[in-house]
């Protein structure tokens, strides 16, 4: 079978996830390059992956045995790689955010645009999951009738040591923000952050938990508790509202327990585990729309409106107010 040549650059936390998942469980794909700053650990996933190693990323991506590029690096970096991926007319998955602001996926919607060519997907893998596309299919039926609200929580045992607040946002409610858009059809046209107590073990000077409350262009409204330090483990809920009864993701388990007076279930302890199939579908998904030249999920759009809401997000923390989103009128290129 013809294997899809993938060069990854990031080889962090997602990164190796990605690169191990390509080659062992999704089928038609090989990691052919890798780059990374961190030359130690990139130089031994090219040697165990059997692939090239590159210093700068943009030599990755100029690479003739690269024919689609994953982009897993630090948040800064995603839109100068996935300018220069679109400049080498080479299918790109980024993982999110696209950018960091909407001026920034703006120039990559622009560019896209300027290719005529659809090229980009946005690592939005909470589409993949199979919960949410359960949920999806029942909105769709009508019998819930209208989503009139919707209550998310996205808790993270702990974050690294460089964690910021905005990064609450742009890299952890981003995924609601996706989601809630995709599940309701429905745009986000203001958001306004509400800011509780700050947990103790959360860096001097920085903030969390956090709730961000969104509304619709219908009216729905959307509230999102999203807390990197909760302690116990990687948490992510989701209620839907309708007119006509309510949706909610089951906890994903494998097994609950009865035992001596009580009921209990393990609860996963990060994203890797929680989304792992959900990981692989969109992978797979990926990598065989890629080869029939389709970009087939979430496109730059979706990673442009997403952090569109996000900028009203963060300016509402220095506001205290609700803020309009600000966003352009779809372009025609990615109309349905
Ligand atoms: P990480 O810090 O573990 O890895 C990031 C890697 O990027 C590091 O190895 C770093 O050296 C490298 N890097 C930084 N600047 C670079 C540059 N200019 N060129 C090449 N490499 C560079 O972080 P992570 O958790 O793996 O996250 C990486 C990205 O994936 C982030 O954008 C994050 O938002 C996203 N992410 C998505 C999900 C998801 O569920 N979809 C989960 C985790 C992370
Ligand atoms: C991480 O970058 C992800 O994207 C995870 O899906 C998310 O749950 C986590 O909060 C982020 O830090």
Not at 34 to 39: A, E, G, M, T
Request: glycine content about 8%.
């Amino acid at each position: 079978m013809y294997e899809l040549k993938v060069g990854v650059i990031g080889t962090g936390a997602i990164g190796r996830t990605h690169i191990q998942r390509l080659t062992n469980q999704v089928t038609g794909a090989r990691v052919t390059a890798v780059s990374d700053i961190n030359q130690e650990i990139a130089q031994k996933i090219a040697s165990e992956y059997d692939a090239k190693y590159y210093e700068q990323g943009e030599d990755l991506i100029e690479d003739p045995d690269v024919e689609a590029v994953v982009i897993c690096s630090w948040d800064p970096t995603h839109e100068k790689y996935v300018l220069a991926a679109i400049r080498a007319g080479k299918f790109v998955f980024c993982e999110k955010p696209l950018a960091e602001t909407a001026e920034g996926c703006r120039h990559i919607v622009d560019a896209e645009i300027a290719s005529g060519k659809h090229l980009v997907q946005v690592g939005f893998m909470r589409r993949f999951d199979m919960g949410y596309r359960s949920m999806k299919a029942q909105l769709s039926s009508g019998k819930f009738g209208a989503p009139l609200m919707a209550h998310c929580v996205h808790r993270n045992a702990t974050a690294n040591a460089q964690y910021e607040t905005k990064v609450n946002v742009t890299g952890t409610a981003i995924h609601e923000i996706d989601i809630m858009r995709w599940l309701m059809d429905d745009d986000i046209v203001a958001a306004k952050i509400v800011q509780p107590r700050v947990s103790k073990y959360v860096a001097q000077g920085q903030k969390d938990p956090q709730i961000i409350v969104l509304q619709t262009a219908s009216g729905a409204i959307i509230d999102v508790e999203t807390f990197m330090h909760c302690q116990y483990g990687y948490d992510i809920q989701c209620e839907i509202v309708g007119e006509e009864g309510t949706l909610r993701l089951a906890d994903p388990t494998q097994l609950s327990i009865r035992r001596g007076g009580k009921c209990s279930f393990d609860i996963l302890q990060d994203w890797r585990y929680r989304f792992a199939d959900a990981y692989h579908v969109e992978f797979q998904s990926w990598v065989d729309h890629t080869k029939k030249g389709i970009v087939d999920g979430p496109n730059a759009w979706d990673g442009y409106a997403a952090i569109a809401v996000s900028d009203a997000c963060l300016k509402s923390r220095d506001t205290g107010k609700w803020e309009p989103v600000i966003m352009d009128t779809i372009p025609e290129f990615y109309q349905k």
